[in-house]
């Protein structure tokens, strides 16, 4: 609120609660921001912020408690529980925030909101304002509409000791999940089996994945964001694993390639130790100040360097890097922020310069080599391999700190994990 000023307010809605089919929901899950804000956890409310307001700083309009709505769909908070157990300063229902907020927004000469989000919230702003215009006397509209992403993004990139904690889990139950998923990662098992795994960890501890899984075997690994999750794994195959976990709205983003039967192929091997190797000199530049493209360019050098010694890309490394030749293999960016969204908010430039790496900033660290099973310019034995290892780095002043460091990445380390795995 101190970096919004005295005469700003800031307002904002909860998600919707959203249909997938007809009358049938999509389990609720609260904007991260609104979450980030007030910690409220239901649909239908409306925060607004009000710096230096005497009666109430924070206001929240929310859903009455209601006895009859409550027996179908379970208990809501009300306005004094918003109150008592939010930390919110005031609570009204949010049936009568046309009458109310117009008049708590009177005299405010910036407004933060997220515009062009939700139709229905610009809407509702719209006619907030019209009201505040039209009130007796001519009520003083804000003058300044501001972003209020302008705000928050930069806030949200920086983690506090409980959000690292948040993340922590997260990654741990990430890691417990993928743990028990190679359990069943063996020929024969359907990748949806897998997935069911995943959840199934994931859920028996109370978290919830923070995207849909990945799980792609054999030439499936070749498509980046890969879902339908329904090929038998075969003998010889990798099955690459892009699963994460939510805990408390926090996200992780955790992904390992590994051998089917146990053991990499030679081919796979020479791929695979290729993408490791990048995946931990982009690590070591997790550092303050490091920046963005040093983190990607430490993998993508590696990668290129490699992809040249083995034949796939022609000429010499300095020539492919110059040309970008190995987006043909590695076509995504090493990395993105993650915390509240598993993209998380926060600008990747400043000022047209890469971003330099502070502490407290937490990121998903994921080179990749995809090798297109179509692909007759290469040697046959690498066509159709898909190969990514993604992990969630912290940095820290002392330099990284990898919170998914308990699944091993180092090929030895895999087939061994993979051998006592019953
Ligand atoms: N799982 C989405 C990503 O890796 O960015
Ligand atoms: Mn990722
Ligand atoms: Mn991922």
């Known amino acids: ?69 409550e027996r179908w769909h379970g208990k809501r908070i009300g306005t004094e529980g918003a109150v008592t157990g939010f930390g919110l300063n005031d609570a009204f229902p949010i049936d009568d925030i046309d009458d109310i907020l117009p008049g708590l927004l009177e005299g405010r000469e910036r407004l933060y909101c997220h515009f062009g989000r939700e139709p229905e919230f610009d809407a509702h702003l719209l006619t907030w304002m019209r009201r505040l215009h039209d009130a007796r006397g001519g009520g003083v509209v804000p003058r300044e509409l501001m972003s209020l992403g302008y705000l928050l993004d930069e806030l949200r990139l920086f983690k506090s000791r409980g959000e690292l904690k948040l993340l922590r889990r997260a990654s741990q139950l990430a890691v417990e999940a993928h743990r028990a998923a190679y359990t069943m990662a063996q020929p024969g098992c359907y990748e949806y089996a897998i997935e069911a795994e995943l959840l199934r960890s994931m859920r028996a501890a109370g978290a919830v994945p923070s995207y849909p899984p990945t799980v792609a075997s054999g030439k499936n690994a070749c498509i980046l964001h890969y879902a339908d999750n329904h090929t038998r794994l075969e003998c010889g195959d990798l099955v690459l694993i892009d699963a994460g976990a939510e805990w408390h709205c926090y996200a992780s983003d955790i992904t390992r390639t590994i051998p089917v039967d146990g053991h990499f192929t030679g081919p796979q091997r020479e791929l695979y130790d290729l993408v490791q190797t990048a995946q ?97 310019t290469v040697a046959e034995a690498y066509r159709g391999i898909g190969i990514r290892i993604e992990d969630v780095v912290v940095v820290t002043a002392s330099g990284p700190e990898v919170l998914s460091a308990d699944l091993p990445t180092v090929a030895e380390e895999v087939e061994d994990m993979l051998a006592g795995r019953g």
Request: overall charge negative; hydrophobic content about 40%; glycine content about 10%.
């Open 280 to 376: 931990s000199a982009a690590i070591s530049m997790v550092c303050p100040g490091n920046d963005w493209d040093s983190v990607h360019g430490a993998a993508v050098r590696v990668i290129t360097e490699g992809l040249c010694a083995l034949g796939l890309l022609p000429g010499d490394p300095c020539a492919a890097l110059e040309s970008e030749a190995y987006k043909r293999y590695f076509m995504h960016k090493t990395g993105h922020w993650l915390g509240l969204d598993v993209h998380d908010a926060g600008d990747y430039r400043v000022d047209g310069q890469p971003r330099v790496l502070e502490a407290g900033m937490v990121l998903a660290v994921e080179p990749g080599i995809y090798v297109p099973q179509g692909d007759t």
């Open 1 to 69: 609120m101190r970096m919004a000023g005295g005469n700003a307010a800031i307002v904002l809605a909860a998600a919707p609660q959203r249909l997938r089919n007809a009358d049938a929901p999509w389990p609720y899950r609260q904007d991260s921001d609104f979450h980030y804000l007030s910690g409220f956890p239901e649909p239908e409310a409306v925060l607004a912020l009000l710096p230096g307001r005497p009666q109430a700083e924070c206001v929240l309009f929310c859903r009455e408690r209601d006895q009859l709505d």
